[in-house]
């Protein structure tokens, strides 16, 4: 398997900047951030899954022009999955018919657009063997993270989250985790407001690091705009037991 970095900024604000999604082969997208819309109409046509950490924006902004621009050349619904809680607000406050129109009803009920699955942290999603697993995460809405299992190897991604037991644990359980990819939103001159918004910072984030058992090749992501090499500099400064990198726009995973 792999995975595309389509988006990974904290924030917006040049080429290199869009907000979080991830291609995962060519069919399913992890979150839908501002990433999506530098895809091919052709690409966006091959989306048949999209799983989603949390219903902020910089998460879900794309996601409605994703299934408007493809949803009548489909032969069957885009399927999005979510939490209950995170699927309760996108479509309470998104899928609407006041922000934008709800494609569950589009053309009718029983040919629609879209289609919501409900999912529920460590029931595993099965897509051809390929096994997709909600974990816990720890942020101001409703949130989870993913590990994606290729059958040899695994990927992790926390989502947004801050320092959090429950997720050191789950992925220590992860027997074969090859790459992680986790936030630091803040550097650590801003450690107040990464607690109060339940982000990372290089501090919290080389506590979770040097408190996980498995050793995968690190990540960062969701860096603010105008911060990232003060952050990348300060997580440098730590000695963390594992390799960690800067992830970037174009980043190909594969696992």
């Given at each position: 398997m792999k995975l595309t970095v389509l988006g990974c900024s904290g924030g917006?604000?040049?080429?290199g900047?869009?907000?979080?999604?991830?291609?995962?082969?060519?069919?399913?997208?992890?979150d839908g951030g501002s990433g999506v819309g530098d895809l091919s109409y052709e690409d966006l046509l091959c989306i048949d899954h999209i799983f989603i950490t949390h219903a902020h924006l910089d998460h879900v902004a794309f996601i409605p022009f994703l299934v408007d621009?493809?949803?009548d050349e489909r032969q069957r619904p885009i399927t999005l999955y979510g939490t209950r809680e995170t699927l309760h607000i996108l479509r309470s406050?998104?899928?609407?018919?006041?922000?934008?129109?709800d494609f569950s009803t589009i053309p009718d009920r029983n040919h629609p657009f879209l289609r919501y699955q409900e999912i529920a942290?460590?029931?595993?999603?099965?897509?051809g063997g390929r096994k997709i697993t909600p974990m816990p995460a720890h942020h101001t809405v409703p949130a989870v993270g993913y590990a994606v299992d290729s059958g040899s190897a695994q990927l992790a991604f926390t989502g947004d989250t801050t320092y959090s037991a429950e997720v050191l644990q789950a992925l220590d359980e992860l027997p074969n985790l090859r790459h992680l990819i986790i936030e630091a939103a803040f550097p650590d001159a801003l450690q107040g407001l990464a607690l109060a918004s339940r982000h990372l910072c290089p501090s919290l984030l080389a506590m979770m690091l040097r408190e996980l058992n498995c050793r995968p090749e690190v990540y960062v992501t969701h860096l603010k705009p105008g911060k990232g090499k003060r952050i990348m500099a300060e997580?440098?400064?730590?000695?963390?037991?594992?390799?960690?990198?800067?992830?970037?726009?174009?980043?190909?995973l594969e696992f």
């Open positions: 917006i604000g040049g080429a900047r869009r907000t979080t999604a991830f291609l995962v082969d060519d069919d399913i997208l992890i621009t493809v949803g406050h998104l899928f609407n018919w006041l922000v934008w129109p942290v460590g029931d595993a999603i099965d897509l997580v440098g400064a730590y000695e963390l037991p594992m390799p960690v990198h800067r992830l970037r726009q174009g980043m190909v």
